[in-house]
Nanobody, 126 residues
Framework: QVQLQESGGGSVQAGGSLRLSCAAS????????VAWFRQAPGKERERVAR????????YIADSAKGRFTTSRDITANTVYLQMNGLKPEDTAMYYC???????????????????WGPGTQVTVSS
């Protein structure tokens, strides 16, 4: 069964770091667009980052730029979201999602996703 599983969430103090993992099962993330979203209670879902795995480039949303980065472990078939300098406003449920790549511009701008993980909670205290 094709699926994604996030892990690595937790509670940290402001300024701390977490690394979220998104492990893929039953498909390889080669030539995929893999995205990270977050949603806080009462707020709309917000996109955080997107990875175009064909050339290992990534898009980082303005709210996370300079603090978050993405990477991929091909052997582990896992995509990571490294989050540094965490702020209380980063508190949310974080989700990863994936879809077959159709080019970098499409991946970064508007691609929809058919495969979603269940999410992992990140809580940042001040």
């Amino acid at each position: 069964q094709v699926q994604l599983q996030e892990s690595g969430g937790g509670s940290v103090q402001a300024g701390g770091s977490l690394r979220l993992s998104c492990a893929a099962s039953a498909f390889t993330t080669d030539n995929y667009c893999v995205a990270w979203f977050r949603q806080a209670p009462g707020k709309e879902r917000e996109r955080v980052a997107r990875s175009y795995t064909a050339d290992s480039t990534s898009y980082i949303a303005d709210s996370a730029k300079g603090r978050f980065t993405t990477s991929r472990d091909i052997t582990a078939n896992t995509v990571y979201l490294q989050m540094n300098g965490l702020k209380p406003e980063d508190t949310a449920m974080y989700y990863c999602a994936a879809g077959p790549a159709r080019g970098r511009p499409y991946c970064f701008a508007s691609q929809g996703f058919s495969i979603w993980g269940p999410g992992t909670q990140v809580t940042v205290s001040s």
